[in-house]
C-alpha cells in the first residue's frame, strides 16, 4: 500500500507564499502524472495541478500563474509552491497519482491545511 504524507500547510496571510510537500512511499518517476488537489470548507475535492513524468504541468484556472507543481523522482516527492494567496485557497491539501478525471490510483493521506487569513 503506497503511502502519501503530505506536509507545509500553515495559517498565512493573503498575499503570502507557502510550500507544500508530499512524500510517497514508492517511486514516482514513472506515474504518468502526479496531483495536487484540495478540498475547502463545504465543497469537492479538486484537482488544482498536475505533473507528468515527462514535466509538463497543467493548472487549474484558479490557481494558474500563482501555484507552481514540481516533483523530485529522487527523493519521491512533489511540490507545491503557492504565492499570492488568497482567502478562497483555505483547504486542505492532498496529493495522489492522477489517474484520470476525477480518479486517482491510491488512497488518500492525511493532507496538510492551508488556511488563509489575515
Known amino acids: 500500500q503506497v503511502q502519501l504524507v503530505e506536509s507545509g500547510g500553515a495559517l498565512v496571510q493573503p498575499g503570502g507564499s507557502l510550500r507544500l510537500s508530499c512524500a510517497v512511499s514508492?517511486?514516482?518517476?514513472?506515474?504518468?502524472?502526479m496531483g495536487w488537489y484540495r478540498q475547502g470548507p463545504g465543497k469537492q475535492r479538486e484537482l488544482v495541478a498536475r505533473?507528468?513524468?515527462?514535466?509538463?504541468?497543467i493548472y487549474a484556472d484558479s490557481v494558474k500563474g500563482r501555484f507552481t507543481i514540481s516533483k523530485d523522482n529522487g527523493k519521491n516527492t512533489v511540490y507545491l509552491q503557492m504565492n499570492s494567496l488568497k482567502p478562497e485557497d483555505t483547504a486542505v491539501y492532498y496529493c495522489?497519482?492522477?489517474?484520470?478525471?476525477?480518479?486517482?490510483?491510491?488512497?488518500w493521506g492525511q493532507g496538510t491545511q492551508v488556511t488563509v487569513s489575515s
Open positions: 505533473i507528468t513524468s515527462g514535466g509538463t504541468t
Open positions: 495522489n497519482a492522477y489517474a484520470g478525471r476525477g480518479l486517482v490510483q491510491w488512497s
Open positions: 514508492a517511486s514516482i518517476d514513472r506515474i504518468n502524472a
